[in-house]
């Protein structure tokens, strides 16, 4: 009975040891070690949910990347419409050719801004009166337990700051409407026309208007353009951030459940050694028995 008690005693170390071998865990179910087992199943949770914080971050870079594009992209436009508004300063030019140029980078500005969209989110040109419209755009930035509770940080962006049209009321940097002209006549960056300007000093004295609008229209992309480009570097900051972490919740949790493979290898092979002697001092046991009963035979 005592070589039987000791070789389950050993058969039992022996499986908990080939399962701490075929899955890598020392505390792989909650009766192994209730407060580890704890630990280590809520902070893998967490690290799932920083996994999608690291997409929406990817996803939220993205966004940020197409409007930053886009808004480069119109600063170029803007920049050749003032420098053909410049030239059309000059007495004796053909207006109405250089309009048509004009008109040419108008288009395209109009172009930019539809197409500047990524996963249906287009943060330079907008419709401000659409259902559900929010001009503060948020991206999914941090997740966090502390207590019991939990938090989740988000980086925003407020796109009233960096629209270039709004279908609803014109109030972006490139629809909003100069009404400082001569005659009452209004104009925007995207709208405005040279073509009937003639040398008048009141024709002449609109077309430095229009100058300087559009030159204050490129100077506000401008600014646009630079808080963009610093939000995109925050959003890649902080998803290198989160990916570090992670790595490093995962190092904790190992440290608290993952076996040491070279202890327990080690201690497979003793167990081995004794689950063989068990298995010979059993036999032994069951020999000696046999010898007892065969002096009471015949």
């Known amino acids: 009975m005592t070589a039987l008690q000791t070789l389950t005693a050993t058969i039992r170390k022996l499986d908990e040891t080939q399962t701490r071998i075929s899955t890598g865990l020392r505390v792989g179910k909650a009766e192994d070690n209730a ?11 967490d690290n799932g ?18 409007a ?16 053909k508004l410049v030239a059309a300063r000059q007495p004796g030019v053909d207006r109405g050719k250089i309009q048509s140029e004009i008109t040419e980078l108008q288009r395209q500005l109009t172009s930019i801004g539809a197409t500047s969209v990524f996963s249906g989110e287009n943060w330079i040109s907008v419709d401000s009166s659409a259902p559900g419209y929010n001009a503060t755009k948020t991206i999914v930035a941090s997740f966090s337990r502390s207590s019991g509770s939990i938090s989740i940080g988000t980086i925003s962006v407020n796109v009233e700051d960096v629209k270039l049209f709004d279908a609803a009321d014109q109030s972006g940097i490139l629809d909003t409407e100069d009404t ?8 925007s960056v995207s709208s405005l026309d040279i073509s009937g300007l003639t040398n008048s000093d009141e024709d002449t004295e609109d077309l430095e208007q229009m100058i300087t609008w559009v030159d204050t229209a490129m100077t506000e992309m401008t600014i646009s353009a630079a808080n963009l480009g610093a939000v995109k570097q925050r959003v890649t900051l902080q998803r290198d951030f989160v990916s570090a972490l992670m790595d490093a919740i995962t190092r904790g949790v190992g440290a608290l459940v993952d076996a040491d493979m070279n202890e327990e290898s080690t201690k497979l092979q003793a167990l081995q050694v004794q689950q063989q002697l068990g298995v010979q001092s059993l036999s032994i046991a069951n020999q000696n028995s046999q010898n007892i009963l065969s002096l009471f035979r015949g």
């Open 35 to 45: 407060a580890y087992w704890s630990i280590a199943t809520t902070m893998r949770s």
């Open 49 to 66: 949910a920083l996994s999608t914080v690291k997409d929406a971050l990817g996803l939220g870079s993205a966004t940020i990347d197409v």
């Open 68 to 83: 930053y594009t886009g808004m480069n992209s119109a600063i170029e436009s803007v920049t050749e419409i003032k420098n």
């Open 180 to 187: 400082t002209a001569n005659g009452g006549a209004t104009y």
